[in-house]
């Protein structure tokens, strides 16, 4: 059956990076070289897809002797993360060579339709990775499969599903128009973050919810979340493998809504600056631990885009999503 792509495509921590590979002596009007700590806010909670992301990057320049600064990774939920995306698009000065932001389409999303910030706003450092969702069910749901929740549902039995913001409800709703249900039969709670919505199933709140494998395997692995559908083209691999696809359950067409996952930094960056990041950000994607203990181990994609390839696809994707929700 033709699958339907849908492309619309707490606290602080301080991580030393310690090393030598990196030169402190910057020469004037020369190649950017750090001499400062650096600033890294990531508009989501601990535990999180987008902190898990950030954590392993910081992880692999410590151990692959990258950089000799100290970076200072600050989670800034508030507002769904607004305050902080727009704390970064403002950011001027010298500062801005040393402000780092976790970004993807799911702050994307949002940005766009409730504020006036636009990708403009940003320096697009990177894309490092393309992640896709599952839908998990928890140890206290009272539904067998999906399909069991979906029969319920059009039975007049209300199923709630719990998810994070931005893409997850973009990839909710596509699939609630592909399997004919309304937000009534079939409602969704908006968390701050996938672990808190992890933490709501868990706890026996919801009964059903969306995540990438990164946020969800430590519980997958536990029994304490089970993999009940594949929001993809194709099945999983691993300990998600059982998930099966919506083309699987019923006379459905696949819905999928990749996830593109990537670092930007205020506007007034330099260029010396912004070749730099996008440059160290490219040695981490070609490690062999972002490929196994991240991409593989997480069930992601590869795809690396440097900071021109990156602002040219974040750009066409902003301008795709914008008109295909009426937005100016």
């Known amino acids: 059956m033709k699958s339907r792509k849908i492309f619309l495509a707490a606290g602080v921590i301080a991580v030393s990076l310690i090393t030598g590979g990196c030169n402190s002596n910057q020469a004037a009007g020369g190649p950017f070289a750090p001499k400062e700590n650096v600033s890294w806010v990531v508009t989501s909670k601990p535990g999180g897809g987008s902190d898990i992301y950030t954590r392993m990057i910081s992880d692999i320049m410590v151990s692959e002797k990258m950089l000799d600064q100290t970076v200072l ?65 928890g140890e206290k749901t009272r539904y067998q499969d999906f399909s069991q929740a979906i029969e319920a549902a059009k039975n007049g039995t209300k199923v709630v599903i719990g998810g994070s913001k931005g893409d997850d409800i973009a990839t909710y709703e596509a699939m609630l128009t592909e399997i004919g249900l309304t937000q009534d039969q079939m409602s969704y709670i908006t968390y701050d973050s996938t672990g808190d919505a992890i933490t709501a199933i868990l706890g026996g709140h919801i009964e059903f919810v969306i995540s990438k494998p990164a946020a969800a395997s430590e519980y997958v692995e536990a029994g304490a979340l089970i993999p009940v559908l594949a929001l993809a083209e194709e099945r999983y691999s691993g300990n998600l493998a059982d998930a099966p696809t919506l083309s699987e359950i019923g006379d459905y067409k696949n819905v999928e809504i990749p996830v593109w996952r990537g670092v930007a930094a205020p506007a007034a960056m330099s260029d010396a600056a912004a070749a730099y990041w996008s440059d160290l ?38 301008e795709d999503f914008m008109a295909a929700n009426g937005i100016k």
Request: net charge positive; hydrophobic share 35%.
């Open 73 to 137: 990774v600050t989670n800034k939920t508030d507002g769904g993360g607004e305050i902080g995306r727009n704390e970064v698009a403002n950011t001027k000065g010298k500062k801005s060579d040393y402000t780092l932001l976790t970004f993807n389409s799911g702050d994307l999303m949002p940005m766009v339709q409730n504020t006036a910030n636009r990708s403009k706003n940003f320096r697009i450092l990177a894309i490092m990775a393309v992640d896709k969702q599952l839908i998990f069910k």
């Open 281 to 318: 950000l490219g040695k981490v994607a070609q490690t062999d631990k972002w490929k196994t203990e991240y991409l593989e181990k997480n069930k992601l994609i590869a795809d690396y885009k440097d900071m021109e390839a990156a602002a040219e696809y974040v750009t066409r994707y902003e």
